[in-house]
């Protein structure tokens, strides 16, 4: 896989600059949505125009990486399944990963743009942050390093789950070629008990992180109401906030379907003889 992407380097290139300035536009609006209001109250119309300019270079940046990488990550998966048939192994196992691989390139194609973005943004919303109240900055960096410990807290129990859901998933060409409905059964409950856990874990560490960033929204207007701030400001300090909590929400995710990733990739680099 990383071969792959290693001779297509500069369209990979170009699908993390469009990314990035994805990103940066991500992370400048609330500060232009602030300046818009404030210069629209002051009577000017500066700040709209540089607001609907903003939005006009992240729609465009959005609009041209979706026509790049349905193209590019189309022909990576194409190279990748065909490396994977040739492996020599079982064919339950050749289909399993097959499938498997599906998930490696949708993330490489939808969820890693997110992740990119989402860090570049995360980092720029506490720069904002930290321009706006320190405290507030203070605090967000508390609820990161919270969020964060709670889910390296359950790394390693969710990557024996994952282990144990692809180990499973491995044998169902086998499992269905036999037809026998006992072994059917038992083969997709222990699937569905695998995906149960996994997303019973996951709610877990959602449900934290929300009461974090639920808490640091409610921090972020309690101070915002006590400081001698303009509309603005005041405006665009609530709105980073908002962001950092979606964020907050995002990137844990991201870790999951990494940890879920580094099983599925340990396979395809070992192929089982068959």
């Given amino acids: 896989m990383l071969s792959m992407l290693r001779r297509r380097g500069w369209r990979v290139a170009i699908s993390l600059i469009l990314v990035a300035i994805e990103a940066a536009v991500g992370v400048v609006v609330p500060f232009a949505i602030g300046l818009a209001v404030q210069d629209w109250v002051e009577g000017s119309s500066r700040g709209v125009i540089f607001l609907a300019a903003t939005g006009a270079i992240g729609t465009a940046a959005a609009a041209i990486r979706r026509l790049h990488d349905v193209r590019f990550y189309g022909a990576v998966r194409l190279d990748a399944t065909l490396g994977v048939t040739e492996q020599h192994t079982a064919l ?104 149960v856990k996994m997303s019973d874990l996951d709610v877990v560490s959602f449900a934290i992180s929300g009461v974090l960033a639920t808490a640091l929204q409610v921090y972020a207007v309690i101070v915002a109401s006590g400081r001698e701030m303009e509309v603005g400001s005041v405006l665009s300090l609530v709105m980073y906030v908002v962001e950092f909590s979606m964020l907050a929400a995002i990137l844990p995710s991201a870790w999951q379907q990494y940890l879920r990733l580094r099983d599925i990739l340990a396979r395809l680099r070992a192929p089982v003889a068959g």
């Fill in 92 to 195: 339950s196992v050749k289909a399993a990963r097959v499938a498997m691989l599906g998930e490696v390139v949708d993330f490489l194609e939808y969820s890693l743009p997110d992740v990119v973005a989402s860090v570049l943004a995360f980092v720029g919303v506490l720069i904002f942050l930290a321009t706006l109240d320190v405290g507030v900055f203070i605090a967000a960096l508390m609820v990161a390093a919270a969020i964060a410990a709670a889910y390296a807290f359950t790394t390693s129990r969710t990557l024996r789950l994952n282990r144990a859901y692809n180990d499973e998933a491995e044998r169902q060409v086998d499992v269905l070629g036999r037809s026998e409905a006992p072994d059917v059964r038992r083969h997709i409950s222990l699937l569905n008990s695998w995906m």
